[in-house]
């Protein structure tokens, strides 16, 4: 499931990269949240997105129903929430990686960090 999948990146995101991050003081508070605008909220709504697939999956055949379930998810206001949140994440992109190219010289703890989480995670 493509969303299973997207929420299993956010959490490495989380577990791999911010967190160890945060508990290293490698970044202030500021720059996490540069670098990772809005996690947790793209954690909930994916969370929340992926939960009720799984719930529908377990029903009985996912094609009858996803529909009126994507329907639901994308209402108005789930919408506004879930398009603010992505919004937010892309534009801040550009930010966070100027920031980053412009740490790496000055940092070489950070970086050696960086390539440790890396590694774990396969890439």
């Avoid at 989380?14 to 670098?35: A, D, M, N, P, W």
């Avoid at 010289?105 to 960086?114: E, G, L, N, Q, S």
């Amino acid at each position: 499931m493509m969303e299973a999948s997207h929420l299993s990146s956010l959490h490495i995101l989380t577990v791999l990269f911010y967190q160890r991050l945060y508990k290293e003081k490698l970044l202030s508070q500021e720059e996490l949240t540069l670098v990772f605008p809005d996690l947790r909220e793209l954690l909930k709504i994916h969370g929340s997105l992926s939960g009720k697939m799984k719930d529908l999956q377990e029903k009985g055949p996912l094609i009858e129903e996803i529909g009126d379930h994507l329907l639901s998810q994308f209402g108005v206001a789930a919408s506004e929430a879930l398009q603010q949140a992505i919004t937010k994440y892309g534009l801040q992109q550009a930010r966070a990686l100027e920031f980053l190219q412009a740490k790496q010289p000055r940092d070489a703890r950070f970086w050696r960090v960086i390539q440790i989480c890396s590694m774990r995670r396969g890439g």
